[in-house]
């Protein structure tokens, strides 16, 4: 109880106090400390993929043991330590043959569900640009009009692009920060809670 609850809620505690306090405080061995922690940070995150990598196995391991999804789990799997032993012992250089897996496989993947992606996100906008209302109405003006401002049309049509500008810069400016002030509070107060132990969710419950 005590290695698995206490003292984790212990170290963060008292790191987190920490952390907080090397900000207000301008001294040289503060900044040290401060890249000291940062450097544990790093290494800390190393055994976080480890951990990940093996959670990972575990769950396409069960996946087979239990008859579900067995094909996409033995592809997951092999291709998993196949990657992996090819960049260790036989090397990462552009010649090599994990980089032309890479660049043959990762690479048409990536664009293929980035292509996908394109299609959803059109389909969100058309269905939200549609003018139901005032306020359905004011957002398709004011995208068709940065759209074609910042576009060539804008080149052509000066008080087209001064206004997209205008959008971008000043209503849009400000709700983007807006959002930014609400994610910060939203931070401090998560990471005051998990310093004071009121939130153990990272704990695993």
Known sequence: M????TLPM???FVMGIIGFSLYF???PAARQFENTLSQWSIAIGSFAIFL???SLIRRYIN???RGKDVFYSIVALVALF???GLGLFAGIDEKSLFQKIFINV???LDATMFSLLAFYVTSAAYRAFRARNVEATLLLVTAVVVILGISTIGDTQVWLRKTAEWIMNVPNLAQKRGILIGVGLGVIATSVKIILGIERN???G
């Open 202 to 204: 990272w704990m695993g």
């Open 52 to 54: 990940a990598i093996t």
């Open 106 to 108: 990762n690479v048409p």
């Open 63 to 65: 996946n087979i043991k």
């Open 2 to 5: 005590f290695l698995s609850r």
């Open 25 to 27: 405080i301008p001294h």
């Open 82 to 84: 196949g990657m992996a």
């Open 10 to 12: 212990i170290l963060v």
